[in-house]
């Protein structure tokens, strides 16, 4: 697979480490192998699958420590996972053609990770925190507000879990 000179095998052991990487499903290799043949033959293919935005932070012997970030449209969200070794299919990367590093991982443990519930959260700017900082003008009469409503929300639902970081909120639910 990837018999292109130009495209760089990285084995587990040898992601490359703190920089953007993407994480696909390994359903997507043969076609993905196809674009970038595409590429090199200038045939202007269009992309190919899905990816999940990711940054590989330590390899051990049996998983990798990934910074998952479920959004980047308009902020960076971490949330640290294991791959494990046994769900990692390759990686590969063509720096030439501005591909960045590719882990292929196995199609259910991708897909179980865009279903657990506790990696969803939502992003709320509920009071304006981002307009308000930028301005100078954050009170902390609006930061009493909101947390007071989600304790309130919170409160009349005993299996929701609710964390505020400012205007950001991860919701848990059991």
């Known amino acids: 697979m990837f018999s292109r000179q130009e495209i760089n095998h990285y084995e587990f052991e040898n992601v490359p480490l703190n920089q953007d990487i993407f994480l696909m499903q390994e359903k997507w290799l043969p076609a993905y192998e196809q674009y970038i043949e595409d590429v090199y033959l200038r045939k202007n293919p269009n992309p190919v699958g899905y990816i999940s935005y990711a940054a590989v932070n330590s390899i051990s012997d049996d998983h990798l420590e990934i910074s998952w970030y479920p959004n980047v449209l308009d902020r960076f969200h971490e949330v640290v996972i294991r791959l494990p070794r046994s769900e990692f299919v390759c990686c590969f990367a063509c720096r030439d053609i501005d591909e960045k590093p590719r882990i292929f991982v196995s199609n259910n443990w991708i897909e179980d990770l865009h279903r657990r519930p506790y990696s969803a ?54």
């Open 121 to 174: 959260f939502a992003l709320v700017d509920a009071i304006g925190v981002k307009k308000a900082l930028n301005a100078g003008d954050l009170k902390e009469s609006k930061l009493l507000s909101l947390r007071n409503a989600l304790d309130s929300i919170a409160e009349s639902n005993p299996g929701i879990a609710m964390f505020s970081f400012a205007d950001s909120v991860l919701v848990k639910i059991d």
